[in-house]
């Protein structure tokens, strides 16, 4: 029973909320305003005691000639939020990456990309230049979000494995290869990344 009367009541709420988005639609106003002319003609004598044919005819021709309902776009993020975003993620990979065991190889290339990182997160204008960059912000966020924990947890659950059946390439000499590509890739970011020079102060007024 009491399963039955939640039901009821949910149901009761979406048929309320449909009529009320009815009652505020483009076409119940343009058919409202058609209908109250219809009134106005029956009063004026306009179709005799058909009056409420004419008003109701004229109600759902304008509800017929109305606009459609635009939907609104749905609201994303811009690119300077998204590197909020994205340095709260990376505050996240940090964490994990401290618990993480590479050999020194790898573990220098993951120093360094995550340095990297960091260089082109932190508030200047190196930041400044990649929130103005959607797609550069995209490009770091799948790399700290996805391919670094990715390629990571990879080599920590194929290491013990590959040693049982050897041949091909190392989990480590993959992790290093790996790790290289992504720091080609921030550096291509913001076209040299964070060890490129900052733009020239603006010249001097002449007085």
Same mark, same amino acid.
């Given at each position: 029973?009491?399963?039955?009367?939640?039901?009821?009541?949910?149901?009761?709420?979406?048929?309320?909320?449909?009529?009320?988005?009815?009652?505020?639609?483009?076409?119940?106003?343009?058919?409202?305003?058609?209908?109250?002319?219809?009134?106005?003609?029956?009063?004026?004598?306009?179709?005799?005691?058909?009056?409420?044919?004419?008003?109701?005819?004229?109600?759902? $021709?304008? @509800? +017929?000639? %109305?606009? /459609? !309902?635009? &939907?609104?776009?749905?609201?994303?993020?811009?690119?300077?939020?998204?590197?909020?975003?994205?340095?709260?993620?990376?505050?996240?990979?940090?964490?994990?990456?401290?618990?993480?065991?590479?050999?020194?190889?790898?573990?220098?290339?993951?120093?360094?990309?995550?340095?990297?990182?960091?260089?082109?997160?932190?508030?200047?204008?190196? $930041?400044? @230049? +990649?929130? %103005?960059? /959607? !797609?550069? &912000?995209?490009?770091?966020?799948?790399?700290?979000?996805?391919?670094?924990?990715?390629?990571?947890?990879?080599?920590?659950?194929?290491?013990?494995?590959?040693?049982?059946?050897?041949?091909?390439?190392?989990?480590?000499?993959?992790?290093?290869?790996?790790?290289?590509?992504?720091?080609?890739?921030?550096?291509?970011?913001?076209?040299?990344?964070?060890?490129?020079?900052?733009? /020239?102060?603006?010249?001097?007024?002449?007085?």
């Amino acid at each position: 029973m009491a399963t039955n009367r939640a039901a009821g009541a949910a149901a009761g709420k979406a048929l309320g909320a449909r009529f009320v988005t009815y009652l505020e639609s483009k076409k119940n106003l343009a058919g409202s305003a058609c209908g109250v002319a219809g009134l106005g003609l029956g009063l004026a004598g306009v179709g005799g005691s058909y009056w409420p044919v004419v008003v109701a005819g004229l109600y759902g $021709a304008g @509800a +017929l000639i %109305a606009p /459609p !309902e635009t &939907v609104a776009p749905p609201l994303y993020p811009d690119a300077a939020e998204q590197l909020g975003l994205v340095r709260e993620d990376f505050g996240r990979l940090r964490e994990y990456l401290a618990e993480v065991e590479l050999p020194p190889a790898a573990g220098g290339k993951l120093a360094e990309l995550v340095e990297l990182y960091a260089a082109l997160l932190d508030p200047g204008w190196v $930041a400044d @230049a +990649l929130a %103005a960059d /959607p !797609e550069a &912000v995209h490009s770091l966020s799948r790399a700290i979000r996805l391919d670094v924990p990715e390629c990571v947890d990879t080599y920590n659950r194929t290491r013990w494995w590959t040693r049982l059946t050897p041949g091909g390439e190392s989990p480590e000499r993959h992790l290093e290869r790996q790790l290289s590509v992504l720091y080609g890739e921030a550096e291509r970011v913001t076209g040299g990344g964070a060890g490129a020079a900052p733009p /020239p102060p603006p010249p001097p007024h002449p007085h």
